[in-house]
């Protein structure tokens, strides 16, 4: 079996590649929190010229001072998360940016790239994962290699491809005969190894 050669940022991206972090931890919580504070006092301070305003209505007016109420105490928390968020992207380098929706599913990005300096364009190949990965894993890994290797032309059935690219499953297993298989990336972010295999023709 041969190994692929490695992409320019190999050794920067051979650990975890994800996304931004979905959970705004202890500092996030904290902004929240004082925020929704400071917004439930101030429709307390407000809510006799919400009542005038609103011609007295009990119930209209306790759902203004509540949207109210949440509108002004998520703000500081919105602006903090649009900060980081830039201070985040800002800082992904410039080989994972043109693949960084791929790797938020922690499917490295290098099996692609080095798919691609083997299959020649307009080659056909087939696409397959180990089934007990997870459905986003899977979809991942098969969306982006659809768009990615173009103008390489995806088949249905393996026996009509001239390639196998598979994640966590021997090309050897699928079907058709191959006459040698490359190591596309290693084991990485928890997933298995990808390969690729040369249909014998």
Known sequence: M???????ANALHSTDVEG?????????LAILAFGLI???????????????ATGGSGSVGAVVLVLL??????????G????EDIRYTSQIDPWLAPRYG???????????????????PGDTYY????????RATKAAFHEWALGYLLPRIA??????????????????????????TWLMKESVNGLPPAYLGRVDR
């Open 102 to 120: 791929v790797s938020v599913f922690k499917v490295h990005p290098e099996i692609f790239d080095n798919a691609a300096r083997r299959i020649p």
């Open 155 to 180: 088949v249905a059935d393996p026996a009509q491809a001239g390639w196998i690219l598979t994640l966590g499953v021997d090309p050897a297993s699928v079907g058709p005969r191959v006459s040698r």
């Open 127 to 134: 696409l397959t994962s180990d089934p007990k990965l997870g």
């Open 80 to 83: 903090w998360r649009i900060v």
């Open 38 to 52: 400071v917004g439930a006092l101030y429709a307390w301070h407000v809510r006799g010229r919400v009542l005038a």
């Open 69 to 78: 109420a949440t509108t002004v105490g998520t703000a500081p928390f919105l």
């Open 2 to 8: 041969g190994q692929a050669r490695a992409g320019p």
């Open 20 to 28: 931004l972090p979905q959970h705004p931890g202890p500092l996030g």
